[in-house]
């Protein structure tokens, strides 16, 4: 499909007035139906809806399916802590692909300015320089949110990653 073509098919998708999450998800299910990718616009959004992969130096991290909690823990360690206390047999840093992702989510609607340290830690692909931002960020935050990211914190620390 030529470039012209593509734009004709995207055109419907990216054209009016919606909320910014609607707008995100009719975008990327255009780019899967005018690429052909999907035949449906039931598989396209099933494609858009999958967390992305992460990459730890070089090497894809599994992507783990954890849901965030709804009750905050009462006893919980900071990221960078949780992180360099891995067993053997444990793959920490395999959690967290959601964890980054309920952050991203949050800090875009109540704090947009952090998103770009959470992308820089992801980027360097160090899960240690990953959780110390998480643990960076929670001191720059109002308590409201502190509190939501500490949630995630706990949902991560009660799951077991396993290798």
């Not at 992969?53 to 090497?59: H, N, T």
């Not at 952090?114 to 320089?129: E, F, I, M």
Request: net charge neutral; hydrophobic share 30%; charged share 30%.
């Amino acid at each position: 499909m030529d470039r012209a073509t593509y734009n004709e098919c995207m055109r419907p998708y990216i054209t009016g007035s919606k909320p910014k999450e609607q707008r995100r998800l009719d975008f990327c299910v255009g780019a899967k139906m005018c690429s052909g990718k999907a035949s449906t616009r039931e598989q396209a959004e099933e494609i858009c809806r999958q967390p992305k992969p992460v990459k730890v130096k070089g090497q894809e991290v599994p992507t783990v399916k954890i849901t965030p909690p709804v009750k905050p823990c009462a006893d919980i360690s900071p990221m960078g802590d949780w992180l360099a206390g891995n067993q053997e047999g444990e793959c920490r840093a395999c959690l967290l692909p959601p964890v980054i992702q309920w952050y991203r989510e949050e800090l875009e609607q109540n704090n947009p300015e952090l998103v770009k340290d959470v992308d820089s830690a992801v980027q360097s692909g160090d899960p240690a320089l990953i959780t110390w931002t998480f643990d960076s960020i929670k001191t720059k935050v109002s308590e409201k949110l502190k509190e939501r990211l500490k949630e995630f914190d706990c949902h991560a620390q009660l799951h077991k990653g396993e290798k």
